[in-house]
């Protein structure tokens, strides 16, 4: 219960949920919907905020894709979320089992239930994702970005098991 409302939390936070359209405009569909969901387990093994190293990262790495083409990567411990986000459309086979990822964006939020806007802190990033084939034991999933607070870094190995899959309908 409390890492979904987080999810929520950082979602709506991360995309300004709050924002309204004029009062007289055509609606327009919300293009900003989380269109699908992966769920990696394995093992965090290198967890970095602002090059401070992190302890207690969770076993378990989401990758959230947008309806806006955005794909990110979220480390997890208990306290915060470290998302590294993209444009998914920027991504490079390197080989059948390798992807590179541009990562523009750096989101570090809060991770309870006790949710403040001023508890989000996103920063412009130069940086990668590099990943392989998560159903592969060992395979790796690495981001390094680079901000004005510092290094950004998260290192995961999937367990091999298949990832899990949600898909949402995002209404046209």
């Not at 480390?75 to 390197?94: H, K, N, P, W």
Request: hydrophobic residues 40%; contains cysteine.
């Amino acid at each position: 219960m409390r890492l979904s409302l987080a999810l929520v939390l950082l979602v709506a936070a991360a995309l300004g949920a709050d924002a309204a359209p004029p009062a007289k405009a055509p609606k327009k569909p919300e293009t900003r919907n989380i269109a699908q969901l992966v769920t990696v387990s394995g093992e965090c093994t290198r967890l970095v905020q602002a090059g401070v190293t992190v302890e207690g990262c969770k076993p378990v790495l989401m990758n959230l894709n947008y309806s806006t083409g955005v794909s990110a990567y979220w480390f997890m411990t208990e306290r915060t979320i470290l998302s590294f986000s993209g444009d998914g459309a920027r991504r490079v086979e390197q080989g059948p089992d390798t992807v590179v990822q541009a990562i523009e964006k750096v989101i570090v939020a809060a991770a309870s239930s006790a949710f403040n806007a001023d508890d989000t802190k996103e920063e412009t990033a130069i940086g990668v994702c590099r990943f392989g084939n998560p159903t592969i034991k060992g395979a790796m999933l690495k981001c390094v970005a680079h901000t004005q607070a510092g290094r950004y870094e998260g290192t995961f190995v999937p367990n091999g098991t298949p990832p899990q899959l949600e898909a949402f309908q995002v209404d046209p």
